[in-house]
């Protein structure tokens, strides 16, 4: 029986690659797992549910305040941290935390931070020109309304992977003031030359560019992973859900270095060995949903999970990226 099935159909957010993450990490009793991106808790309950002991992380307050009402059943096994996934080091350390025995982040923004147009995420319907995780700090409308056009279009182009970045970022400029994403999405389609019944709405690559920008995604991800090595003990599991190529190429390139694997020069050449002993071993390959989970969730369709195994070796200071 799939994880999936335990989770009502209405849910604000269904978890992707559930059954995946939670063979990945083996939770037990007795185990500790930190949940790097909480939002609704689908992860975090399976955690639980499967005996282990939780540090869960969000910079949404929103997700926060949930959680410290359903997790109430849970008693202490389920501890919150309202803060950034980038800070675990230090968070953990604050709370006389040792080595753990799992790490899961889910990347990206969340199902529920996309449905509600308060927050400004989605343009599906208009709401006011936010994009903002933790609900502090510069909003995607400051950025929009103050950035030079070249800082917007390096933005568009490096995270949105926008072609005719330049061309946007003029209109945006040409355009401003902009307070909703509305006025965002129409400036955008209106560079682009885009028409109603097109397959897909040019302003997605630059929605997504601004998003990541606003929130730093890569550097967090970035973060994440390089705290990985020193957190989890030997025997540890660490797995992320990634959802768009960016993402996914910084935790693959990760994890090949991290594992000491070296491009050979040649067929006839032996892989070149590594400088210092792999920190993570048993890497797993991409792994995507199937159809019976696209079937129920069509959001899954761009995830990918890449998990591997912590090895005894001592923690290497390295770059994420």
Known sequence: MSLLDAI?????????????????????????????TLGAGGYTRALLDAGATVHAFDRDPDAIAAAQVWGQPYGDRLILHPRRFSEIAAALAEAGVG???????????????????????????DGPLDMRMSQEGPSAADFCNTAEDE????????????????????????????????QLAGVIRRALGHKPG??????????????????????????????????LAAGGRLAVVSFHSLEDRIVKQFLKDASGAKAAVSRYVPVTPAAAPAAFEQISKA??????????????RSATLRYATRTHAAANIRSAS
Request: charged share 25%; proline share 7%; hydrophobic share 45%.
């Open 287 to 300: 792994i995507r949903a199937g159809e019976a989970e696209l079937s129920r969730n069509p959001r899954a």
């Open 8 to 36: 009502p159909h209405d849910a604000p957010h269904i978890p992707v690659l559930l059954d995946e993450v939670i063979a990945a990490l083996a939770p037990a009793e007795g185990k500790v797992i930190v949940d790097c």
């Open 151 to 182: 800082v917007i279009a390096n933005v568009l182009f490096t995270y949105g992977e926008e072609r005719q970045s330049r061309r946007v970022a003029r209109a945006i400029v040409a355009a401003r003031p902009l307070e909703t994403t509305a």
């Open 198 to 231: 097109m397959p897909k709405d040019p302003a997605t690559r630059s929605f997504q560019a601004i998003r990541i920008h606003v929130n730093d995604e890569l550097g967090e991800l970035e973060g994440l992973l390089a705290a990985s090595e020193g957190l």
């Open 99 to 125: 080595p753990v025995d799992g790490i899961v982040a889910d990347i990206g923004v969340s199902s529920m931070q996309l449905d509600q147009r308060e927050r400004g995420f989605a343009f599906g319907s």
